[in-house]
């Protein structure tokens, strides 16, 4: 079965760093996503990681470690609009289909 | 920018009505997808459609829901007698598996509200 983990809610300032964790159990792995969404709105794609640490685009920074089943999001120099849901989803192998799974969402809130 | 369209944004329909959400993958992509949200729960995945067949399925894509692309550009989710517990968003999402490991694009969605 696959089981993904993150925090309901976090809360943060303007212009501070926020970490989101994800832990996964999930039968076989090929690639973990994480994805932003507003509410009432679709899931927008954030980033991307299949092997071992960081990938860093902008202020959105993301890293992975497969042998731990841990990942991270990290929302640098917050802003107002940053507040929304962060999706964690894991990609499985076997899937001919190539699903996600996701986790159920953090929801953060950025504060003035 | 390409990108997913859902029709429509919003039905409500009868408990027992059949309803059909549509999309329009973006168009290179050949990997499509439906998923649903009930409110205030997690992103589930219903069924994947590859080469013009199901490429998987999960538990909760039984005999009442069905899929089809009936052209070149649509592609449709079926439900054929709704239950108020199919009340939910409806994302379609697509992919291009051209490119290693890409994302899917995820459509607006419909909100669907059963009656």
């Known amino acids: 079965g696959q089981n993904i983990d993150q925090p309901t809610e976090m809360t943060a300032t303007e212009g501070a760093i926020v970490q989101i964790n994800c832990t996964y159990q999930?039968?076989?792995?090929?690639?973990l996503f994480w994805y932003q969404q507003h509410a009432g709105e679709a899931p927008t794609f954030l980033s991307y990681?299949?092997?071992?640490g960081l990938e860093e685009k902008g202020r959105f920074s993301s890293f992975l470690s497969r042998s731990k089943g841990y990942s991270y999001l990290l929302l640098k120099e917050l802003q107002m609009k940053d507040s929304a849901s962060y999706l964690c989803?894991?990609?499985?192998?076997?899937?001919?289909?190539?699903?996600?799974?996701f986790g159920g969402g953090t929801r953060v809130l950025v504060k003035p | 920018e390409p990108e997913v369209t859902q029709t429509p944004s919003h039905q409500v329909t009868q408990m027992g009505q059949e309803v059909i959400l549509r999309c329009v993958p973006i168009s290179n992509h050949l990997y499509f997808y439906w998923y649903r949200q009930i409110l205030g729960q997690k992103v589930e995945f219903l069924v994947s459609?590859?080469?013009?067949?199901?490429?998987?399925k999960s538990e909760i894509f039984d005999d009442q829901f069905s899929v089809e692309r009936p052209d070149g550009s649509n592609f449709t989710l079926k439900i054929r007698s709704t239950k108020l517990e199919d009340s939910a968003m409806y994302f379609c999402?697509?992919?291009?598996?051209?490119?290693?490991?890409?994302?899917?694009?995820f459509g607006q969605g419909t909100r669907l509200t059963v009656v």
């Open positions: 459609f590859y080469n013009n067949e199901i490429s998987e």
């Open positions: 989803a894991v990609r499985a192998q076997p899937a001919a289909g190539n699903k996600l799974t």
């Open positions: 999402a697509s992919r291009n598996p051209d490119r290693a490991n890409t994302e899917a694009f």
């Open positions: 999930t039968s076989g792995f090929n690639g």
């Open positions: 990681n299949v092997l071992d």
